[in-house]
């Protein structure tokens, strides 16, 4: 099944070259994917991984193991951003 899988700020560089400006590239992926199966391959060290979205709902830490996408999903990722 095919999802959008999309990154932000700095995670765009784990992106191939490719996809970087559009900050996003589509996916085929098994149902039974979990979202931390999707994210793994792309080699983000899991502190960078701090804003998990699907569909704009925040998936939480503990879930990422188990929780799978539907086709068409969109898998968006942000990571911690710091302000002053």
């Known amino acids: 099944m095919k999802i959008t899988f999309k990154l932000f ?12 400006r559009s900050n996003q590239i589509e996916l085929d ?7 931390s199966q999707i994210i793994e391959p792309f080699g983000m ?3 960078l991984v ?7 709902k925040y998936i939480q830490p503990e879930q990422r193991l188990s929780a ?11 990571p911690p951003i710091a302000g002053g």
């Open 29 to 35: 992926i098994d149902p039974a994917t979990s979202i």
């Open 50 to 56: 701090h804003l998990v979205l699907v569909n704009g």
């Open 9 to 20: 700020a700095t995670l765009t560089d784990y992106l191939p070259a490719e996809a970087r």
């Open 45 to 47: 060290p899991p502190k």
């Open 68 to 78: 799978t996408l539907q086709e068409g999903d969109v898998l968006a990722i942000w």
